[in-house]
Each structure stands twice: as C-alpha cells, then as structure tokens.
C-alpha cells in the first residue's frame, strides 16, 4: 500500500507517541541497556535531565508529544477531521475545572476555543512547568496583547488527552485507508 506524505506524517506522530509511552511504561530508563549505553560521558546532562524530571513522562516530553499530535497533523487533515480533532480537545477541556483557565479574547466569549490557544501556546512555547505535573499553556494576540488566554493542566490529564488524540488519528487513518481499497 503506498501511503501519502500526509499520512505518513500521522503515523509517524502516532508512532512517536507510542514509542514513547512504551518506553515509560516499560521503565527503559531503569534498564541496564539505558543505563549501559545510552547518553554517555559527553550527552550525560541528558541523562541527568530524564532521571531528574520524571522520566520519559516529564511535561516538556508531554509537550513535545502534544506538538505531535495537535500541531503537526494540522496541515494533514482535512477540514472535516480538523473541527472534529478540535472538538475532541474542546470536549475534553471543558471537563476541567472552570478555574484552571481564564481567557481575554473577545472571540472566547461564547465558547472558548481550547484546542486553537493549547495550539498556539504549543507551537510558539509558550508552556511552563512551575511544579511537579503541573503545566501551564498560554496564548496571547500579538495583534491585540490584551487578549491572553491560560491554561493550567496536570500532567495526567495531559496523558489522558494524548490518549484521546491518538485513537482520534488513527480513526482518522483506519477511515482514509478502509476508503481506498
């Protein structure tokens, strides 16, 4: 089966993720072979940066999986698979506590666009980690720098969104292929 070089790009975030995930689950970083032959003598503050900031689930790796699934397949969906990706990460925002986020932006007024400020605050990095499992996300309007949007999420429900995102996806691909056959 030939795959297109949009859909390439899905599998591979998806498999990224994946991999990822895998690896935490399976404790590679306690692993002989990790701790054997991975990041030696000159890459060693690599080292030191995983075992010091949670492991392989870590917020800047949970951001750097976020940018896999939420801002890189943008230009690889089609509209339809766009408002529903978007509507997956809206869904799932508004089950947070209401306090966690505050937004300024007029066009939020009735609905806050969750998955377009997580996107931006993604894309342009502008994410923090102030505590253990906390992450704050902001979005500002370089045009209007009144309008700011924040968001603050613990890294479980970062995990659980990832989920979300990945069977997303992969339905996505499962359809597009099931198609051309």
Do not use: W
């Not at 750097?64 to 230009?75: A, D, N, Q, S």
């Not at 377009?116 to 045009?143: Q, V, W």
Request: glycine share 2%; net charge positive.
């Amino acid at each position: 089966m030939l795959i297109s070089q949009a859909d390439s790009l899905l599998y591979q975030s998806v498999s990224m993720c994946m991999l990822l995930a895998e690896l935490s689950h399976k404790k590679f970083l306690e692993s002989d072979f990790y701790k054997d032959h991975c990041f030696q003598k000159e890459n060693s503050a690599v080292k030191e940066i995983l075992s010091n900031s949670g492991g392989i689930g870590n917020p800047a790796t949970l951001q750097t999986m976020l940018y896999l699934l939420l801002v890189c397949p943008r230009e690889s969906l089609s509209e339809t698979e766009k408002q529903e990706l978007d509507q997956t990460v809206n869904d799932f925002c508004k089950k947070l506590n209401p306090s966690n986020y505050n937004s300024s932006y007029s066009s939020d007024r009735k609905s806050v666009d969750f998955s377009r400020h997580l996107r931006n605050a993604i894309a342009h990095s502008l994410c923090e980690y102030p505590s253990a499992g906390k992450m704050i996300f902001r979005d500002t309007n370089p045009l209007k720098a009144k309008e700011t949007f924040e968001i603050k999420i613990d890294s479980n429900n970062i995990k659980q969104l990832l989920e979300l995102l990945q069977v997303k996806i992969i339905s996505f691909l499962t359809k597009r292929n099931c198609s051309k056959k």
